[in-house]
């Protein structure tokens, strides 16, 4: 029996199950935006890390790190061209250790294990034969860079306080470094000052009033060298756990149009190794939980308005690498499209995926580069979903998550459902809700209109797993197995036409996407 009737008979069996299927409204207000993306908000970072580097007595990164990753692999090419503009940012845990191999570093060694050293590792080198090398597959590709840089270079550890690191930040290498990346013409969109040094830091920290003098040099010294307003890299920060007091006290101290974009990680699931994960990852109120997170950093975002907003900049949902049997796994995407739908709704304008490769959090499989099932999700989401983004009320099932943008191309609306439920499918009918403002009264300012009616064919994605089994890596999409090509291409995606007069039906355990091109929403034209 060859692999596509096994597939076929999966898929059958897959079928035959005893959930139920609820009715469910979902009203979309098209009538003003409530945020907006960066057109390139979903994000895949590159790591440092080298193939030594173990959690939970494992080691999941091969040579996936910046130094040793085979740029040259085809299905890693076709995975990134796929995106039609990837954002990658280049970073990680080791890049407070990270020596730029130009100007007067001579001596530019890799990564080795030291026990007394910050993270295990010593201190490394990015040659500038590898940055050459590195650009080259950026241009290739057509991927747009954010770069982390080392916020530490000059500073020392405290006598006094374990994990802080004082003194001033010395920028003399960073300068050459982009004196050198200028002279060779490579494009770099951002610069990111530093990683998890906020608050109470990871391994290591530094005073929020230090933090921002630092930030303020690099500003001065990212302006100076790049004049031109319209070409000026932007400068991020802080790249770290989100603390109210230190990041308020970093951004009083940096002051008024230094810092572009305001950075934090999120790890909301845990530890990798938590035998929890998989029930976490299917719990609405568990996921609810960071709402409380973004919610902190928007605010202060409005409070000191930086030009580039709030991003993402990392997010591997469990730390340490992540979980072997739940993150490279369908089940995954209960978590990561639930916090892209998230973060886009509290106006975060980037979302970073720790990592594109390398360890189990990976969008592709770190051995063998072949996609992991999240992968396909956040092409998806790329193409279809927009940067307007649109209010959803939904209150009949806390396992279905919905959130609605501006479709990517025009016009109309695209829709992402969420069915954590392992039971429940959904039959799901839209409305949409119209603003109407008659003299400025106030009973008027929101009035829901029920008498949404499409002519049109609705677009169509269903992601679901293959026989049911939420921990597999492999995913169907309109019940088509989702597996590369023999010259390794990425396969096809295209939608399903279905007759706009049938409700959207979502499969128990399912992610769907919906564009409509004729949905009434007023700000989508």
Not at 102 to 127: A, I, T, Y
Not at 285 to 297: D, E, K, P
Request: glycine content about 8%; aromatic content about 12%.
């Amino acid at each position: 029996m060859d692999l596509k009737c096994i597939f076929g008979l999966v898929i059958i069996v897959s079928q035959i199950s005893l959930s139920f299927t609820l009715n469910v409204n979902v009203v979309i207000q098209g009538s003003t935006p409530i945020a907006e993306t960066d057109d390139n908000f979903v994000c895949a970072t590159l790591d440092w890390w080298p193939t030594e580097k173990c959690n939970y007595n494992q080691c999941p990164w091969g040579k996936a790190g910046l130094l040793n990753l085979d740029l040259k692999k085809k299905v890693l090419i076709n995975a990134i061209k796929a995106f039609n503009s990837l954002r990658i940012k280049v970073g990680g845990s080791l890049q407070d250790q990270v020596v730029y191999g130009v100007g007067e570093v001579k001596n530019c060694p890799n990564f080795m294990k030291k026990e007394d050293s910050l993270f295990g590792f010593s201190q490394g080198c990015l040659p500038m034969e590898r940055w050459d090398k590195l650009n080259n597959f950026f241009n290739q590709t057509g991927v747009k860079v954010t770069f982390g840089l080392n916020a530490l270079l000059g500073r020392n550890v405290s006598q006094n306080e374990k994990g802080l690191w004082v003194g001033d930040w010395n920028s003399k290498n960073t300068r050459d470094f982009m004196k050198y990346t200028i002279s060779r013409g490579y494009k770099v969109d951002s610069y990111e000052f530093g990683n998890q040094l906020s608050g109470a830091g990871m391994g290591t920290r530094v005073e929020a009033e230090q933090y921002g003098k630092g930030v303020k040099v690099l500003k001065n010294m990212v302006k100076d060298l790049h004049p031109d307003p319209k070409t000026q890299p932007k400068v991020l920060g802080p790249s770290g756990f989100y603390d109210e007091k230190w990041f308020n006290a970093f951004l009083e101290v940096s002051g008024q149009g230094v810092v572009d974009g305001v950075t934090h990680h999120i790890y909301n699931l845990g530890p990798g190794d938590d035998l929890n994960l998989i029930t976490k990852i299917q719990d609405p109120s568990y996921l609810n939980q960071v709402a409380q997170t973004y919610r902190g950093v928007f605010n202060i975002v409005n409070k000191f308005k930086p030009q580039s907003g709030a991003w993402v900049s990392e997010s591997g949902g469990a730390l340490h690498g992540g979980a072997k049997d739940v993150s490279p796994t369908f089940a995954d995407g209960f978590w990561y499209f639930d916090q892209l739908g998230m973060a886009s709704t509290y106006n975060h304008k980037v979302f970073c995926r720790q990592t594109l490769i390398g360890g189990n959090y990976a969008l592709l499989n770190t051995i063998t580069f072949i996609p992991n099932p999240d992968y396909y999700g956040a092409v998806l989401w790329h193409r279809l979903m927009g940067s307007i983004v649109l209010a959803v009320t939904q209150v009949s099932n806390p396992n279905l998550r919905v959130y609605a943008h501006c479709a990517k191309k025009k016009p109309g609306v695209s829709i992402s459902f969420i069915n954590l439920s392992k039971d429940s499918s959904f039959d799901v009918t839209l409305s949409s809700y119209e603003h109407h403002r008659r003299n400025l009264r106030s009973t008027d300012a929101a009035k829901p209109n029920f008498e949404f009616t499409s002519y049109m064919n609705r677009e169509e994605y269903h992601l679901t797993a293959l026989g049911g089994d939420i921990q597999g890596q492999i995913v169907l999409l309109n019940d088509v197995p989702m597996v590369s090509t023999d010259t390794f291409d990425i396969p096809a995606m295209d939608p399903k036409l279905v007759k706009a007069s049938t409700p959207i039906s979502v499969a128990a355990h399912s992610i769907v996407y919906v564009t409509i091109r004729d949905f009434h929403a007023p700000v989508c034209v």
